[in-house]
């Protein structure tokens, strides 16, 4: 993203892991990037609150844990949803390119 698009958004990333799972993750991505830190906002939802309220709790993983479906939202200023992605395939992901490209088609 460009500085500007750096100024005007913001990355939250939301996780059903407790905050001391968070905390592993965390010092593991610093240890493997020669001690670079996440620069976004992480948050617990070990109650799965805010998942369940998005319905996006995936109740029937292949694997037997009760996990989340990843999920992308672009929201704008006012709390509009512009931009969506879920996926059932815990292993599919948006491309930073469509997201920016999201990001951009709203100012951002």
Request: aromatic residues 6%; proline residues 6%.
């Amino acid at each position: 993203m460009t500085d500007e698009q750096n100024a005007t958004t913001e990355l939250i990333a939301l996780a059903s892991d407790g905050p001391e799972q968070l905390q592993m993750m965390v010092d593991r991505v610093s240890e493997a990037t020669d001690g670079r830190a996440i620069t976004y906002t992480l948050l617990s939802d070990p109650d799965a609150s805010v998942i369940n309220r998005y319905g996006l709790f995936n109740q029937n993983d292949p694997q037997g844990r009760a996990i989340p479906h990843p999920t992308t939202y672009v929201i704008d200023m006012e709390g509009v949803v512009r931009w969506k992605m879920t996926e059932v395939d815990y292993r599919i992901r948006p491309e930073n390119v469509d997201i920016v490209a999201a990001l951009v088609a709203i100012g951002g």
